[in-house]
């Protein structure tokens, strides 16, 4: 069957000619031999594809393919020559094995969730100085605190008083009545009811205690150090606290100058009275000196399980300088860390719902972290056993009643400081642990003090010297009575160190499309293609289903 096709002349024809003689049409004779080379009308329109079978169409399909792997893939499964399909099969088989393995590496490295430390130096023009705390490292100093202790040991060690010298002890029972009232004294002066007035009495006066005080070129006086009662030492005193001795809001100090010229200098006596010597040598926080403490003054902090404490003896001449640094870890599974540095609101409160702890300090003034969560978690548990909270320690359950009974004391002494089994970790998993830190890196050196200056200082004030009852005070104990003190910035520059992931998920897709298309050529139009391929096939497949019935 003969077929005819169609074919337009347009030769070189005048202007001027009418359109049917430039439009001239000459019929084509077209065979079934001529199936082959196909009308370029029919190309156009498709039709050369009614006359291809199904592998055809999808040969000529795999012809076109624009992508390079592909066409190498397929060419070493085409080739007829041995050697050289071997060469391309192994070429392949490498570079897929290379490609793995890259592949293996980078998740490897993801999932191992490792980080980079950001170091950053900043340099400030002035800086907030930080906040200063002194404490007697004794509670007891006055004679007020001997007459008081004197009282308790007749109800405490009944027949076996300490203070009493006609009762001949052993050293080990001297330590036993000494242990016996230390603990029960501590416990009476932190009941609610013992007032505030009475606690202050317990040591000097911050006039006398405090003297020769100046802060960088200007002068500073006890009304510029914060009072509170520590469950541990007493009688402490604060400097830039934000708050003067009235209680009274203040503006920070800061300091423009480094090192000893914006330093904060004073003398801090730490002696007590001379009838107390041999009680306070048998307590446990015995000792003759003092104990500071160096904080960031934009919040409150307990740390009375953190050992924050500088501890200096009597009689030397301490300097401390400070430099500061600030850790932003990232929290798991990057870190053992929980609290991310940069919470918001709903994150807090899945917190709070999750960690009830947590929520008790997200409701103080008191800045969380997982050392003072702990005393808290302590407090907890002495409830559950006593019904009421340790009178030593913060607690932030102002709903209950600290233990100030005798069978509450003794309730709460039996449940953790006589308790051998006592463990913190419970307390483990009630407190997570927060992932910013300030820390203070500290410089300390020191002097021996001497001279008769000390001497004259306490015999001119009466409250000093009601601790003495021999006079002339010799040199040697009158110095060592004292701490001379110098706190200051060794510069005014601080560094942060912040984690950040040593692969973020933008960095592993960028080495994944780095090592496919090195060693595969494949990018993300080659996956393309491929999904465009089996849409193809399946089109053909699908157009040749539907074609069978009009066939038949």
């Not at 060693?519 to 996956?527: C, E, I, K, P």
Request: charged share 20%.
């Amino acid at each position: 069957m003969n077929k005819v096709g169609v074919e337009i002349d347009l030769g070189d024809q005048n202007q001027n000619e009418p359109i049917d003689k430039i439009l001239e049409v000459k019929p084509i004779e077209h065979n079934q031999d001529s199936e082959s080379n196909p009308l370029p009308s029919q190309v156009i329109f498709g039709n050369e594809n009614k006359s291809k079978s199904h592998n055809d169409e999808i040969k000529d399909m795999f012809k076109h393919l624009r992508n390079e792997s592909i066409k190498i893939v397929l060419k070493s499964l085409q080739i007829k020559h041995g050697w050289l399909k071997f060469y391309l099969i192994l070429i392949l088989i490498l570079l897929l094995g290379i490609t793995s393995y890259m592949l293996v590496y980078l998740f490897l490295g993801y999932f191992a969730f490792e980080v980079n430390t950001k170091t950053t130096t900043y340099t400030e023009a002035e800086s907030v100085f930080p906040k200063i705390t002194l404490c007697n490292n004794n509670m007891f100093q006055t004679e007020y605190a001997l007459n008081l202790l004197k009282q308790i040991d007749k109800n405490v060690n009944k027949g076996n008083n300490f203070f009493d010298d006609s009762n001949a002890k052993n050293l080990s029972g001297k330590i036993s009545s000494a242990f016996n009232l230390y603990y029960d004294a501590k416990a009476y002066v932190t009941k609610n009811y013992f007032t505030e007035t009475q606690r202050k009495h317990l040591g000097h006066d911050p006039n006398a205690l405090i003297q020769h005080c100046r802060f960088g070129t200007s002068s500073c006086t006890a009304n510029d150090f914060f009072w509170y009662f520590d469950g541990i030492f007493g009688n402490c005193y604060v400097f830039n606290s934000g708050f003067n001795s009235s209680g009274d809001r203040i503006e920070l100090k800061k300091t423009g100058l480094p090192g000893k010229l914006g330093a904060l200098s004073l003398y801090f006596y730490v002696g007590f009275h001379e009838n107390l010597t041999s009680f306070n040598s048998f307590t446990v926080d015995g000792g003759l000196g003092a104990i500071i403490r160096i904080e960031n003054n934009s919040y409150l902090v307990d740390n009375s399980l953190q050992n924050f404490d500088i501890q200096v003896w009597g009689g030397s001449n301490p300097t401390i300088g400070i430099h500061r640094s600030f850790e932003f870890s990232l929290p798991k599974p990057y870190s053992n860390c929980d609290i991310p540095n940069d919470i918001d609101s709903s994150q807090q409160e899945e917190f709070i719902r999750t960690y009830s702890l947590y929520g008790l300090f997200a409701q103080s003034q008191y800045q969380y972290t997982r050392e003072a969560c702990f005393v808290q978690c302590y407090q907890q548990r002495i409830i559950q056993k006593c019904n009421c909270t340790d009178t030593t320690l913060l607690s932030l359950f102002t709903n209950v009643s600290s233990c100030e009974t005798e069978d509450q004391i003794n309730c709460n002494d039996k449940y953790f400081y006589f308790n051998q089994s006592w463990s913190w970790d419970p307390c483990l998993n009630a407190c997570p642990l927060e992932c910013n830190k300030t820390k203070y890196s500290l410089q300390i050196s020191s002097l021996q003090l001497f001279g008769d200056s000390y001497a004259l200082t306490i015999e001119s004030n009466p409250d000093l010297a009601s601790d003495f009852m021999t006079f002339p005070i010799p040199n040697d104990v009158a110095s060592r009575s004292f701490v001379s003190l110098k706190i200051y910035y060794d510069s005014l520059s601080y560094e942060t160190r912040e984690e950040q992931p040593k692969m973020n998920i933008i960095d592993l897709i960028a080495a994944i499309g780095g090592n496919l298309s090195l060693f595969l050529g494949v990018s993300v139009f080659t996956f393309l293609e491929i999904v465009e391929i089996f849409l193809e096939i399946w089109y053909i497949r699908r157009k040749r289903v539907d074609q069978k019935p009009k066939n038949n």
